[in-house]
């Protein structure tokens, strides 16, 4: 670690922490891919070192401020041949059931008492509701039969991805 300036670990660290978990996991594979070679009793051996300094393990995982155990998992993967890590949740398309539930709640609601505006493309609900409202009953329904609910931040984020057509219109009092 002597072998180091504060400009290295600086570098290092910068170099490293500015990514995000999965990005991390790969710089660490990516420099045991490059960096490792097989010895002659069939294990690998690893050199380290940061900007051209040759260091230890320890040092290296030191200045990277990367966990020894997070390091041991990433190492027995590159045993095992994996090449990159993606992240975990890449590719998976699944909707909790609660928010199922809301999203097919709130479908058979608009229906049945949306107004639809073909000059508009839009569906108009009577002015007498709000969102919060509409959550309301939402969740007086779902507790009643004893479902569990989406938060009211999430009813929200639900209603802006999947209903953002779905109008509330104001009325004007003169």
């Not at 990277?64 to 949740?89: L, M, Q, S, T």
């Amino acid at each position: 670690m002597r072998k180091l300036s504060v400009d290295d670990l600086w570098y290092a660290e910068v170099q490293f922490n500015e990514r995000r978990q999965t990005a991390k996991r790969n710089f660490v594979l990516e420099f045991l891919l490059d960096h490792s070679q097989i010895n002659d009793s069939g294990e690998y051996e690893t050199e380290f070192f940061v900007r051209g300094k040759s260091i230890c393990r320890e040092a290296w995982l030191l200045a990277y401020n990367i966990n020894k155990e997070a390091f041991r998992r990433i190492h027995h993967k590159f045993k095992d041949g994996v090449v990159v890590f993606e992240h975990r949740n890449k590719g998976k398309n699944t909707v909790m059931p609660k928010t199922a539930e809301c999203v097919a709640w709130l479908q058979f609601f608009i229906s049945s008492v949306g107004d639809h505006q073909p000059d508009k493309g839009c569906i108009h609900l009577p002015s007498c509701f709000s969102r919060s409202d509409i959550y309301k009953k939402m969740l007086e329904e779902n507790t009643a039969l004893n479902l569990p609910t989406v938060s009211l931040s999430h009813f929200y984020n639900i209603w802006e991805k999947h209903f953002s057509h779905v109008l509330i219109p104001k009325v004007y009092k003169n």
